[in-house]
């Protein structure tokens, strides 16, 4: 991700301006590497459906992830999007970060909510923005668990995280076509034609949207089954790991076509991970308190 393509899409969109600041500094964490001492070792043996952070216990410095909460819910707050103005009213000793780290790993809808009742605050802003704050620690785990990945992973959803692919690519003068996590930046090849959602491998079941004024570079592939779709881009490299989400906004245009042909994308994750956040206190935590 570079300034520049921060600073096209705020220009196209200018309403967008306080969420790409969140997005910003989500994607600027998301490089620090220090994510990576939290990052698990994996056993060898595991479903072969299940993701690598299916099941794990992660230990985190939870001093940490809180000052990170800290900053992510400040930046968001001082966004100027009126709607994520009371999230400045969240102070770091009441929120119980253990659990809100664990619930946004896990894509955990109901559980974010849950702590935004506790905290008497609009849970949709609450959920939209902490819903990010997992994501530095996915691309670190990303990084770190690259040689482990299943080379013949077939699911739909993504080998690192769960998530529910955010677009495909068909690369290269091949086409091959890879699925692209928009979580964690995990990138994997999708072997065959059928619903990455569903299963479904019904070929007249199948099928593709294609915008007015698009070029042949952009396309929406759906389901007939279970009525999902997935963006799909054309190009010679994949996007870096830190661009995803912003290809995913770009293309905007893209899923407003497919909500209005009455497609829509799963809600949740496609695997759910069932992973536990413990609580390390880092050093200031453990000589001052929770408190600082
Ligand atoms: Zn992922
Ligand atoms: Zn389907």
Not at 239 to 250: C, E, F, Q, V
């Amino acid at each position: 991700m570079t300034e520049n393509d921060l600073q096209a899409l705020a220009r196209e969109y200018p309403d967008w301006q306080p969420w790409l600041l969140v997005i910003e500094a989500v994607m600027c964490e998301a490089t620090d590497s220090s994510w990576e001492s939290y990052v698990p070792s994996r056993a060898e043996s595991r479903a072969t459906d299940a993701p690598l952070l299916a099941g794990v216990t992660i230990t985190a410095d939870i001093g940490k992830v809180r000052r990170w909460q800290d900053h992510l819910l400040q930046t968001a707050a001082r966004s100027g999007a009126p709607k994520m103005l009371p999230l400045k009213a969240v102070r770091k000793a009441a929120v119980n970060t253990a659990a809100l780290f664990e619930a946004a790993l896990c894509e955990n809808g109901a559980g974010l909510k849950r702590l935004a009742d506790d905290l008497g605050i609009d849970p949709d802003p609450f959920s939209a923005v902490t819903a990010l704050i997992a994501v530095p620690f996915l691309h670190a785990c990303n990084r770190r668990w690259q040689p482990l990945r299943f080379p013949g992973w077939t699911a739909g959803y993504c080998p690192t995280c769960g998530a529910w692919p955010a677009f495909a690519e068909m690369r290269g003068i091949e086409r091959s076509r890879y699925l692209r996590c928009g979580r964690c930046g995990a990138e994997w090849q999708a072997h065959g034609l059928f619903c990455f959602f569903c299963g479904n491998r019904d070929h007249k079941e199948l099928g593709s949207l294609l915008p007015e004024k698009s070029g042949s570079a952009r396309a929406i592939d759906t389901c007939n089954q279970c009525r999902g779709y997935l963006k799909t881009f054309t190009k010679l490299q994949g996007s870096a790991p830190t661009k995803i989400m912003l290809d995913d906004l770009a293309s905007v245009d893209l899923d407003i076509a497919a909500l209005e042909q009455g497609f829509k994308r799963p809600a949740g994750p496609g695997y759910a991970l069932n992973s536990t956040v413990v609580a390390k206190p880092g050093l200031s935590e453990r000589v001052f308190g929770p408190n600082v």
